[in-house]
Structure formats: C-alpha cells, structure tokens
C-alpha cells in the first residue's frame, strides 16, 4: 500500500482478554518494527522483523507479548490476558532493507489500546 | 550502544518566537540523523533529515545541520506557528546490534500559544 496501515485504530479491552493488533506496511520494505508509546512517553522498541523473522526481540516486555510476520508481509501484535498497564499507544513501522540510513522508518497512525 | 539525548520538555513559545531544540548523539560508526514530528493522535512523521558531516536537513521552515564535531543535531525554526504545536523526536539510524536500526531520542513536545 502506499503508507503503512494499521488496525484497529482504536480498541477498549477487558483486564484478562487478548487482544491483536494488526500491521500492513509498505508493499516492499522487508522491515517492520513494532513500538509502544504510553501516555506521554517516549518509544518503547517492542520487536524488530526483517521478512518472517524477529531478529530482535528484546523489548517484549513479557512473555504475554507475542508477534508474528507472514509471507514478508502483514504482522499481528499479540498480548494475552491484558494489564491496566498495557494501555498505551503500539506504533508500528516499515522500512526497506537499504532505506533505513537515508529515509529513516515509516510509521503507521497507531493504535490506542485502553485495558479497562 | 547508541544513543540520542534530545531537551527535556514542554516547550512553550508564543506564536512567531524562535525556537531551538537541542539534540546530541552517541554512536559507534557514521550515522544518519532524522527529525521525526508527531502530531496529535498520530504516528510520527519524518520532518527533515542530514546523511552526512556539515548537511543541512530542512523543511517546513525547520532545519537542522549534523555537526559532527560537537554530535549534534539542533532543530530550529525562525518563527513557529500555533500548528506547530506537535512532540518532536530526534533520531539516527546506524548499525546497532548486528542491523541498521533507527535509535530515537525521549521526545520533546512544543506547544505553541497564539
């Protein structure tokens, strides 16, 4: 597509109950990133793909955040049993191999997620 | 790693004042230097950007010029405007952890009064 796409834009969830969050990026860049904003916040590094793999998972903030990537493509955020602490804003971006130096990420609008 | 200090905020400027946000960068080879700008309930945008020693990155009457002498990447603007009003993030993209990875500073968010 021609901007990175995510949904939903907006989800209200009960404490306990999964939720997913989806990510279309550009049609081409093999890279996708996933970041949180709490409210207020700086970016918070979730996890890094390039193609179907996560090379770099080291901000998951636990083990109830999951992510996957297919066919290069679309990638789905997964949090289990939601915390009140898990509202936040989860941004996600895409790149391409070779435009990271000169053209930086491109991110989607985001989604809100409030756990009530 | 790398790393990107960018001014504590809020920023509160009236309408044409000048206005300077400091940044400076640790990093281990030659990075590139960004200025994203997030607007309210939105994702960020990339504002202006500098690949190398001595560019000027501008746009939107915002500009900034990487030094690399003192690693610094100081966005400025000779007049801003309430529609300025947004939380601006500096960022450099270099290799970290085995891939070209964009590290960004904390934010600083400028509010602009009429």
């Known amino acids: 597509g021609a901007g990175v796409s995510q949904s939903p834009s907006n989800k209200v969830t009960e404490k306990g109950k999964d939720v997913e969050l989806r990510c279309d990026p550009i049609?081409?860049?093999?890279?996708l990133y996933w970041y949180r904003q709490s409210l207020g916040q700086g970016l918070e590094f979730l996890i890094y793909?390039?193609?179907?793999?996560?090379?770099?998972k080291s901000g998951l903030p636990s083990d109830r955040f999951s992510a996957e990537r297919t066919g290069g493509s679309v990638s789905t955020l997964t949090i289990q049993r939601t915390q009140q602490e898990d509202s936040a804003v989860y941004l996600c971006?895409?790149?391409?191999?070779?435009?990271?130096?000169?053209?930086?990420?491109?991110f989607g609008s985001g989604t809100r997620l409030t756990v009530v | 790693g790398n790393s990107v200090t960018q001014m504590e905020g809020p920023v509160t400027l009236s309408e044409e004042a000048f206005l300077t946000i400091n940044c400076t960068y640790t990093a281990t080879g030659y990075p590139s230097l960004f200025w994203y700008v997030q607007y309210p309930g939105e994702g960020l945008q990339l504002l202006l950007k500098?690949?190398?020693?001595?560019d000027k990155g501008s746009n939107k009457g915002f500009e900034a010029t990487y030094r690399k002498e003192t690693t610094s990447f100081h966005l400025e603007k000779g007049s801003v405007q309430v529609s300025d009003s947004a939380v601006y993030f500096c960022a450099l993209s270099d290799r970290d952890g085995g891939y070209q990875k964009v590290t960004f500073g904390t934010g600083t968010k400028l509010q602009v009064i009429p």
């Open positions: 500098a690949t190398k020693a001595d």
């Open positions: 049609s081409g860049h093999t890279a």
């Open positions: 971006a895409s790149s391409s191999l070779t435009g990271t130096r000169n053209h930086g990420y491109t």
């Open positions: 793909f390039q193609g179907n793999s996560a090379p770099d």
